[in-house]
């Protein structure tokens, strides 16, 4: 590597070879902003708007989950106290719904042995 920087010193010299006009670094900065298109002073929101908007999108986040929770919550529960137009129906259904979670709770608080215990009482 400082062998080629030694050729490139050889070759070109320590002289800088960059130049700019006299002034131009003093004039740059108006130059720049006189081609920049003028953006009007209306178009630009305060931050507290941006702010309050992100609130208002948060709560509106909040408030449609609440609302999927319910109706689904409510759904559910028409589903499992009416699926027919006897009472007796409905309640067997219930009841069903809540011996299948009953069953469901009961296997989740089995250890192995008494996983395979049951599976030995089944066949």
Same mark, same amino acid.
Not at 29 to 57: C, D, F, G, Y
């Given at each position: ?6 050729? !490139? +010193? ?8 960059? =130049?700019v ?5 003093? @004039? +740059?900065? =108006?130059?720049? %902003?006189?081609? +920049? ?10 931050? @507290? @708007? ?11 986040r ?6 999927? +929770? ?18 007796t ?11 299948? !979670?009953? =069953?469901?709770?009961?296997?989740? %608080? %089995?250890?192995?042995?008494? !996983?395979?215990?049951?599976? !030995? =009482?089944?066949?």
């Open positions: 590597m400082e062998r080629e920087e030694n050729q !490139i +010193l050889k070759h070109f010299g320590r002289k800088n070879c960059f =130049e006009p006299e002034g131009y670094f003093d @004039t +740059l900065t =108006e130059n720049i %902003m006189s081609k +920049l298109p003028e953006q009007a002073e209306e178009s630009r929101q305060p931050a @507290t @708007t941006k702010r309050s908007m992100r609130w208002h999108v948060r709560w509106a909040v408030a449609a989950f609440v609302g999927v +929770l319910t109706v689904s919550s409510w759904m559910a529960l028409y589903y499992f106290n009416t699926s027919g137009n006897n009472r129906a409905t309640s067997e259904t219930g009841n069903a719904a809540y011996s299948a !979670i009953d =069953e469901m709770v009961d296997y989740t %608080m %089995m250890d192995n042995e008494d !996983i395979y215990a049951s599976l !030995i =009482e089944n066949n």
